[in-house]
């Protein structure tokens, strides 16, 4: 009996147990928190705004103005503090709350990159004036969440480079840059501009195929008084070739330089061939302060120094062999050459005319020859 009192005893205590473990512990009420309202976001070129609420909080001026803001205090850190490894095109995202009056509280970096970037970008963010607060539904100033996205880049646009492109062509580019293509005719006298050689007829040249190539590498203009009025200089190459009647050949000595007929070949070209160092010295009157929509007026002078000279004469042998006769030499050939240059066009496109001022040859040492050379021009600017 006292067995079946004791057994009954224990399994009472066990069930008792039970039944206080598998009761569910109280949970204590915990303070439900109202999830904010979603950010609205606005994206202006190179930044992204998120501003909350239902009358968000704005930037004096509003989005035109932040972005100005943000590109101007951006442009300044990178040309303060630009280096070789600067990290171009990197965001920084910044969280920060604007006050009732309007004032930036505690902004903080909620995604950042560097510590010179994360520190430039609350310096920033921090040194904004003043918003105007967000509103509530009763119009009552409220603290609000804002956040801004801080790219660290140059923000230009196609058309800023284009201005920018202009206002550098409008201050250094001048129309002589380029290559020129023309011809050149022998005159017999300086002023004169008669192209008979009535007594020397040797020295009568063949326009058509008396040819100038100006190769103009360099230019760069002064500025006078205005965009429109410049001084003009440079450098480049000219290379002529003076084509004679075919069967006259040269002839030289320290005193003298002869045309002399030469009949015992077929001649078919005999042609005289410089190449020049030039500068030039022109000024420049422009309508318009861009390179590509100018008319351009040049007038002035190009000088030059002979660097090389050579004659050649080509044929055929009676029995119809080619023959190519080459002789280096300086012909007593002037070793400067100054020009009279007036130059006219429209942007990249252009006529020239020059007249030389100096003889081809020494003086004395054969008639004076005063070429009048004219061709087309197309500028580049530089």
Not at 81 to 110: C, K, Y
Not at 168 to 194: C, D, M, P, R, V
């Amino acid at each position: 009996m006292k067995y079946t009192l004791l057994f009954g005893f224990v399994f009472s205590a066990l069930c008792y147990s039970a039944q206080v473990i598998e009761k569910p512990t109280e949970v204590p009420h915990q303070e439900v928190i109202e999830q904010e309202e979603p950010l609205k976001e606005v994206i202006v070129n190179n930044v992204a705004i998120e501003l909350a609420g239902p009358r968000s909080a704005s930037f004096p001026g509003g989005v035109d103005s932040l972005q100005a803001y943000l590109t101007n205090q951006i442009e300044a850190f990178i040309f303060q503090d630009t280096n070789e490894v600067f990290p171009w095109g990197e965001q920084v995202f910044v969280v920060f709350d604007v006050g009732v009056q309007g004032e930036i509280i505690n902004p903080l970096i909620e995604m950042g990159y560097n510590a010179m970037l994360d520190s430039a970008a609350l310096d920033i963010v921090r040194n904004m004036p003043k918003w105007t607060p967000a509103t509530n539904e009763l119009d009552e100033p409220v603290v609000s969440t804002n956040r801004l996205t801080l790219l660290f880049d140059i923000n230009m646009d196609a058309e800023e480079e284009w201005d920018l492109e202009e206002e550098n062509e409008s201050k250094n580019s001048a129309h002589w840059a380029g290559l020129e293509i023309g011809a050149q005719l022998n005159t017999s006298q300086f002023l004169s501009f008669n192209p008979i050689f009535d007594k020397n007829p040797e020295w009568q040249n063949i326009p058509l195929k008396s040819t100038i190539i100006n190769l103009n590498l360099f230019a760069h203009k002064f500025r006078l008084f205005s965009d429109h009025l410049g001084l003009v200089t440079g450098y480049g190459f000219s290379f002529l070739n003076t084509d004679f009647k075919p069967s006259y050949a040269l002839q030289y000595n320290e005193n003298s330089t002869i045309a002399v007929i030469d009949t015992t070949e077929s001649f078919r070209r005999s042609t005289l061939y410089g190449f020049y160092l030039t500068m030039p010295v022109l000024f420049e009157v422009t309508t318009n302060s861009s390179f590509k929509k100018s008319f351009y007026l040049n007038a002035g002078v190009v000088g030059g120094l002979r660097l090389y000279s050579h004659h050649r004469q080509t044929g055929n042998y009676e029995n119809g062999d080619k023959f190519e006769w080459i002789t280096r030499a300086k012909f007593n050939l002037n070793p400067f050459m100054l020009d009279a240059c007036l130059r006219i066009g429209y942007g990249s496109f252009g006529a020239f005319v020059n007249y030389a001022m100096l003889s081809t040859f020494k003086d004395g040492k054969t008639i004076g020859q005063f070429p009048l050379r004219f061709g087309v021009s197309l500028n580049l600017p530089q």
